[in-house]
């Protein structure tokens, strides 16, 4: 495979991640969210692996397993496992329509495009031109947070919003250390536990996971 | 002496003042007063007609100083390709709707007296034909004062509907803000060509020359641009247009909207391309912005209308943001020197400017037709006239047709060259604007398809169906002069569809003087019938192989088709199955409109109110319904009422120097004179 | 004598055209029977239909006036030509040059302009609505449908469709996300122009749910059968267009005769595997209401600006 086959498959994967990011902006339904999600996952761990195999980092292969593993099987479970006993059937409401929202989130991939050329100036790397997308799913995630009003939504926004700080560290610097990346991972997993554990509480307290129902606590004075 | 365009532009000229001068002589036997102003005015704009061509064929420059104006302060005239361009516009719809007027201003006689709509006709046509020609800000100022005002006049001809009266003031009062606009640009302008102390700075010449630093000439610029833009009708200061083209007779409108609005376009060309020479690239960023949203609303709100000249008003808001989009791609080639492309863009502004006189003229001579006969305005009124106005109704399709920018007519060529400029624009080294420029090109898309569908509308509700009114007056179609009008610019449009490779041949000399580049070369490279802007690898385009084609496959299947004659049965409507349709049974325009306002109905402000009158109470019994919507500009509320409100604030505090009482006059005169003592010691 | 071959091609290419586009959807309809479990009226009863309504009498309102005769005419016309202008076999065409990409929409707009008018003609309630939610839809498809042209120009720097063959066809092959993106778009365009599921129902007798079957409620005999086939005739047209901009290897280039008979085998097996994705997606996907229509056109747009993106972002 030559570098610049590999070059353009890395492109490709990219595309399809900056789709999937786009996707998780207008899902409706939320188990369409959690399979572009996976989607998602699936997409940046062959994109690393195929950064590993250009540059020849063998470190990011384990990364790369580790991203399958988390991302797509462990992650995914544990919000399906989470939606089922919370009973969440229906489809999200957003806060602003949805074809508002696609022009914002096209706003966001040009200024993270014009934000990053002059690191694609400066860069030698195979996979200098994915930066942009990788940014971009960065603040498209964290858009999706913003227009959400489903709290198990807004994690997911939070989640590919490490998608693609992660897409970004391998496209800007081959990796991060093995060592960043367990890390990472576990807090990661801690975090899903955690946000469970809070649902469940939130669920009780309210009755429903719907973050407009939070602004109540708000003092009034 | 020899034959010069430019004593062919004077002639024309004189022709019009002298038919000014008839007016008070005939203006008892109102016939021939009609006959014999209008036949002048068409010879006068045939003959600046003839003039532009000519002008712009040979790349002709002719400058001359008229001794008339102030001392020291003489009148300046210029006839150059870009003067051209524009007389050979104005003078080919002139020479039109003259032949128009002749039968459209006799349908008025029984009403009321003409000389007035006569005289500020003709005083209308020679304020544009100066404006054209002027070659220092006193003359240019004065035409278009001349302009302002006699289309004030127009607006106004039947005062005595309140409505015509709010719509001519509202026109005036925004002409006037935009005049000193200009006012102020041009003083800044002749300012830094000569120093502020002495007035030479004044002629278009001194300022061609001028050293301006960047940031007064953006000031200059934009001054002027906003100037020009409240004649244009741009956006947010296009308020005036729909009630004024809607209120003022159709002759006039077809004037104003087909050619007025196009001295605006000269003066933006003039100011930029001639003027300053020299400019950033959001300059032309902001034009096309500016273009793109006045292209959008304009055809939104036109798609709302009910009032079949208020329709084709903000169609022609539609348009002129179209010619802005092309001016804007000009001005950012330019401003990156890519002189091939910029001529493209350029060439597809000025070819849209022409265009939309033609097919515009030919839409309110039609309204102007169906109003003639129907007396009525209200698309919903109407209906079925295809039947009673055949001519009237083919020829208004032909205008329909090229509005929505279809094959093989001239609409769709200046809207496929500006496209075609679109998709050059990747070539441009800044990277922003390769990507925001597509967003932009899609917006474009977008305002023409909805051309189409506000067109469809139009035509549809107005010649199709059945008729929708209640009473039976006679319908009956209109006479020899509107019908050879409306025809004239018919065959116009499809001229200048079906061989776009002559005419831009033909005016490539302005882009080429002005802007250092040429089209033609390229554009007739492939041979005369197919247009190649760049390069024939690129794109192609052939009009008359599309005319021809799709006629020869009509006619031969035609032929084929009725080699064994088949009988056609006419029965009453079908409709599944119903059994008492009845007119008022059809779509409306509202209801034609309607998803395009649920889905954009978020730009404006819309409201619906539908109340059903049920026997006691029973909904499922209606008796009657009610429905009312109300669309309103939400630009009256944020802008046009705190402006109002600020000024007649300001007003009232001024107003407290009024205090009535004479001491307090005298003390105002007392004290300034102290004051001028004291700094004139 | 050679001279002559590009002119007997796009002949032979037009006769293909107007003998090949009911077998087409005699195809589609085919499969969607066996999707669905119904029996088959088999492939050729389009060319049945056509025949049918060729032989009967025409039935016209009594306030039908020219432009409703005159429509089947044009709409067949234009589409005709149309077929007359992409390269479905080769890219020699002497016709090619009339109309680049932007030219060829127009063409299919004219068809729906007079449509639309035709629907409005008769004055019954039903021509009108369909012709106000076919107007909608087009306006609301054409920024999807420039966008989607913008990105393909951008990758064969030519908006000629000759020249997008040759680019793409013999040019190198290089993965592009940009044109996944444009391909995305445009087939959601082409379901919207061509009035297929979910966008509009081909086959539906509720008037209240028609688009495009509002508009001719009241043709009968040849005119109908002109408009029929014009419709099949589009139908056939979007579907070798999407194979020419995205798919075009196989299309013969200029003076290369033997390579006619593998462009007419490659075009067959495409044909086939468009009308099973198209089958596909109609019965996979429900007829959406009007009101959701700008989403998913609105979404067309989205993919189309992400192929633009992504070209200048990753290639």
Redesign the interface.
């Known amino acids: 495979m030559t570098i610049s086959?590999a070059a353009?498959?890395n492109?490709?994967l990219?595309?399809?991640i900056?789709?999937t990011a786009?996707g998780l902006l207008?899902q409706r339904r939320i188990y369409g969210l959690l399979h572009l999600f996976a989607w998602q996952g699936l997409f940046l761990s062959i994109s690393t692996a195929v950064v590993g195999f250009v540059a020849e980092k063998h470190h990011l292969y384990i990364s790369s397993l580790l991203t399958l593993t988390l991302k797509v099987i462990v992650l995914p479970y544990i919000l399906h496992v989470l939606i089922m006993r919370l009973k969440i059937h229906k489809e999200i409401e957003t806060v602003v329509n949805?074809?508002t929202t696609?022009l914002i989130g096209?706003a966001l991939?040009?200024f993270s495009?014009?934000l990053t050329?002059p690191i694609r100036d400066l860069s030698t790397h195979v996979t200098k031109?994915?930066i942009?997308?990788a940014l971009a799913t960065v603040l498209l995630g964290l858009l999706m947070m913003i227009t959400r009003r489903h709290a198990v939504t807004q994690i997911i926004g939070f989640l590919s919003m490490e998608n693609g700080l992660f897409f970004a560290a391998t496209s800007a610097t081959y990796g991060m250390p093995l060592v960043v990346e367990l890390g990472v991972g576990l807090d990661i997993l801690i975090a899903a536990f955690i946000f469970g554990i809070f649902f469940f509480h939130i669920n009780t307290a309210f009755d429903t996971l719907d973050v407009e129902q939070m602004a109540r606590l708000k003092e009034e004075d | 002496m020899t034959a010069t365009p430019f004593t062919l532009a004077s002639a024309s000229l004189f022709i019009i003042f002298s038919a000014l001068a008839l007016v008070p002589l005939l203006f008892r036997n109102q016939r021939v007063l009609i006959m014999a102003v209008f036949s002048l005015t068409a010879i006068s704009s045939l003959l600046s007609l003839i003039a532009g061509i000519w002008t712009v064929r040979d790349g002709i420059t002719e400058s001359y100083i008229i001794l008339l104006g102030l001392p020291d302060l003489p009148f300046h005239m210029r006839l150059d390709p870009l003067s051209g361009f524009f007389l050979t516009v104005i003078g080919a719809l002139g020479f039109i709707v003259s032949v128009y007027s002749i039968g459209y201003v006799r349908g008025f006689i029984a009403q009321r007296p003409v000389t007035s709509l006569v005289f500020f006709y003709s005083l209308l046509l020679a304020g544009m034909f100066m404006v054209v020609l002027a070659d220092d800000a006193f003359f240019f100022l004065i035409s278009w004062e001349v302009m302002a005002a006699s289309s004030y006049f127009l607006v106004m001809f039947e005062d005595e509907r309140t409505e015509n009266r709010r719509a001519a003031f509202l026109y005036l009062v925004i002409a006037h803000v935009g005049a000193i606009a200009i006012l102020l640009s041009f003083g800044l302008m002749a300012g830094f060509a000569t120093g502020f102390e002495s007035f030479n700075g004044y002629t278009f010449d001194a300022m061609r020359k001028m050293d301006i630093p960047s940031s007064w000439a953006a000031v200059a610029f934009f001054l002027a641009f906003l100037g020009f833009a409240a004649k244009a009708g741009v956006i947010p200061l296009h308020v005036w247009l729909p009630d004024a083209d809607s209120v003022a007779p159709s002759n006039a409108a077809a004037l104003m909207s087909g050619v007025m609005l196009k001295t605006a376009i000269y003066g933006i060309l003039r100011v930029t391309f001639d003027l300053i020479r020299v400019f950033p690239w959001w300059w032309g960023a902001v034009i096309l912005v500016f273009g793109l949203i006045t292209a959008l609303i304009g055809i939104l709100f036109a798609i709302l209308q009910q009032d079949l000249k208020r329709l084709l008003a903000y169609s022609s808001m539609e348009n002129i943001g179209i010619i802005l989009i092309g001016t804007g791609m000009a001005m950012v080639f330019t401003s990156f020197n890519m002189t091939a492309l910029s001529a493209l863009a350029l060439i597809a502004a000025l070819y849209h400017t022409l265009n939309h006189a033609m097919f515009k003229g030919l839409l309110f001579m039609g309204a102007g037709a169906v109003h003639h006969a129907t007396h009525e305005r209200n698309m919903e009124g109407m209906g079925g006239l295809i039947h009673r106005m055949p001519w009237t109704a083919a020829l208004f399709l032909i205008g329909s047709v090229s509005i929505s920018a279809l094959p093989p007519f001239n609409g769709f060529v200046s809207e496929w060259l500006t496209f075609q400029a679109f998709l050059l624009s990747p070539a441009l080294p800044n990277?922003?604007l390769n990507?925001?420029i597509p967003?932009a090109a899609a917006i474009l898309a977008l305002t023409a398809a909805l051309a189409a569908t506000c067109f469809v509308k139009a035509f549809g509700i107005t010649f199709l169906g059945r008729w929708r009114g209640n009473h039976d007056t006679p319908i009956h179609e209109v006479d020899g002069f509107m019908k050879t009008g409306m025809g004239l610019a018919a065959a116009m449009c499809l001229f200048l569809g079906v061989l776009p490779t002559f005419v831009i041949d033909w005016m490539d000399i302005v882009p080429e003087r002005f802007l250092g580049g040429k089209l033609a070369a390229s554009a007739g490279e492939f041979g005369w019938m197919w247009l190649t802007p760049i390069s024939y690898t690129r794109a192609s385009y052939s009009g008359p192989v599309v005319l021809l084609g799709i006629t020869a496959i009509v006619a031969l299947v035609y032929i084929i088709l009725h080699a064994r004659s088949t009988t056609i049965h006419r029965v009453p409507l079908w409709g599944c199955g119903f059994e008492k349709i009845t007119p008022r049974m059809q779509y409306t325009g509202t209801a034609f409109s309607m998803p395009i306002r649920r889905i954009f109905g978020f730009l404006f402000s819309v409201r619906e109110r539908i109340e059903v009158d049920a026997e006691h109470g029973q909904r499922a019994f209606p008796k009657r319904v009610y429905y009312s919507l109300k669309i309103r500009d939400r630009l009256w509320n944020w802008l046009y009422q705190p402006v109002t409100d600020a000024s007649f604030w300001i007003a009232r505090q001024v107003g407290r120097l009024q205090q009535g009482r004479i001491q307090m006059y005298l003390i105002y005169p007392f004290i300034t004179i102290i004051i001028l003592l004291v700094l004139l010691r | 004598m050679s001279v002559a071959i590009p002119y007997i091609l796009d002949g032979l290419q037009i006769i293909i055209l107007l003998f090949a586009a009911p077998a087409f959807a005699g195809w589609v309809k085919t499969l969607k029977c066996w999707f669905q479990g119904r029996t088959t009226a088999g492939v050729l009863q389009p060319y049945r239909d056509l025949m049918k309504l060729l032989h009967k009498d025409i039935v016209l309102a009594e306030n039908a006036s020219w432009i409703f005769r005159f429509t089947p005419y044009v709409v067949f016309g234009s589409v005709v030509l149309a077929g007359g202008i992409i390269p479905i076999l080769s890219i020699d065409l002497p016709l090619s040059a009339t109309a680049d990409i932007i030219a060829l929409v127009a063409l299919f707009t004219i068809a729906r302009f007079f449509t639309a008018l035709a629907g409005m003609d008769i004055g019954t309630a039903f021509g009108g609505m369909g012709s106000s939610r076919e107007k909608t839809i087009a306006s609301m498809a054409e920024p999807a449908m420039l966008m989607a042209i913008f990105t393909v120009s951008l990758v064969c720097k030519s908006t000629s469709l000759s020249q997008m063959v040759q680019v793409l066809a013999h040019g190198e092959f290089?993965?592009?996300?940009?044109l996944?993106?444009a391909l995305l778009s445009f087939v959601l365009i082409a379901l919207a122009e061509t009035g297929r599921i979910p966008v509009d129902n081909p086959a539906t007798h509720l008037e209240l749910t028609m688009i495009h079957e509002g508009m001719i409620l009241e043709y009968s005999g040849r005119h109908l059968a002109l408009i029929e086939w014009a419709g099949m005739m589009k139908l056939f047209l979007f579907a070798t267009l999407g194979i020419a901009a995205f798919f075009p290897w196989g299309i013969a280039a200029a003076n290369d005769f033997p390579a006619l008979f593998i462009a007419a085998l490659s075009l067959i097996i495409k044909l086939f595997i468009a009308g099973v994705s198209l089958v596909v997606i109609e019965t996979g996907l429900a007829k959406m209401r009007l009101f959701r229509v700008?989403?998913f056109l609105?979404?067309a747009f989205?993919?189309a600006?992400?192929g633009m993106?992504?070209y200048?972002?990753?290639?």
């Open positions: 086959l353009q498959i492109s490709v990219a595309a399809l900056l789709l786009f207008v949805v074809p696609m096209i991939v040009i495009y014009s050329s031109s994915t942009a997308v | 990277p922003l990507l925001l967003l | 290089i993965l592009r996300p940009s996944a993106f700008p989403e609105g979404s989205l993919f600006t992400l993106l992504s200048f972002m990753l290639e």
